[in-house]
T-cell receptor, first 114, second 113 residues
Framework: ETGVTQTPRHLVMGMTNKKSLKCEQH?????MYWYKQSAKKPLELMFV???????ENNSVPSRFSPECPNSSHLFLHLHTLQPEDSALYLC?????????????FGPGTRLLVL | GQQVMQIPQYQHVQEGEDFTTYCNSS?????IQWYKQRPGGHPVFLIQ?????EVKKQKRLTFQFGEAKKNSSLHITATQTTDVGTYFC?????????????FGTGTRLTIIP
């Protein structure tokens, strides 16, 4: 185990639903990330948080809303998603958000939007 | 923006054959990292290279960072079924305190027993 947990592991939701993905890291890291992984685009960075502050939003649609209440927890709130949003959503953490830091990934949430 | 490309996108090899994946950046990197993602799993850190021309080995895996720090390679000798997965490089770039890690497109390796 990498010390990064994600729940739920699988999620099926309709386009009108609202759901949240949760990520928790037990590594004492200060930076946390959300990635989207689909067949067409292997690893897309969505959001970066460093010391609870959002430092990067990679042009993500507003139907994805991140929340970072503290350095150990990261949420991704989902509402009115589209079928093309179906993908594996990976959370990662690192000691800092420098490009030289190793990132530790959680197991991911596999999302299906119907 | 910074782009990190990998080739090939897919590679099928017979068990026991060698395998190499190449990573190329459009800009000079501060460091390169390699990750492996098993089927159904998540990316796991393998190694980091920082110096120009650096070569590191992990058992049957050899990692190399180019002299210009814009490309890297991962070579696996005598592949085994446990090597199956997608290998990602990730390039770090930027000024100190404002660096960014960009993942490559990945190379999916399948092994024919």
């Amino acid at each position: 185990e990498t010390g990064v947990t994600q729940t739920p592991r699988h999620l099926v939701m309709g386009m009108t639903n609202k759901k949240s993905l949760k990520c928790e890291q037990h590594l004492g890291h200060n930076a946390m990330y959300w990635y989207k992984q689909s067949a067409k685009k292997p690893l897309e960075l969505m959001f970066v948080y460093n010391f609870k502050e959002q430092t990067e939003n990679n042009s993500v649609p507003s139907r994805f809303s991140p929340e970072c209440p503290n350095s150990s927890h990261l949420f991704l709130h989902l509402h009115t998603l589209q079928p093309e949003d179906s993908a594996l959503y990976l959370c990662a953490s690192s000691l800092g958000s420098s490009g030289g830091e190793t990132q530790y990934f959680g197991p991911g949430t596999r999302l299906l939007v119907l | 923006g910074q782009q990190v490309m990998q080739i090939p996108q897919y590679q099928h090899v017979q068990e026991g054959e060698d395998f190499t994946t190449y990573c190329n950046s459009s800009t000079t990197l501060s460091n390169i990292q390699w990750y492996k993602q098993r089927p159904g799993g998540h990316p796991v850190f393998l190694i980091q290279l920082v110096k120009s021309g650096e070569v590191k080995k992990q058992k049957r895996l050899t990692f190399q960072f180019g002299e210009a720090k814009k490309n890297s390679s991962l070579h696996i000798t005598a592949t085994q079924t446990t090597d199956v997965g997608t290998y990602f490089c990730a390039g770090g770039k930027g000024n100190f305190g404002n660096e960014k890690l960009t993942f490559g497109t990945g190379t999916r390796l399948t092994i024919i027993p």
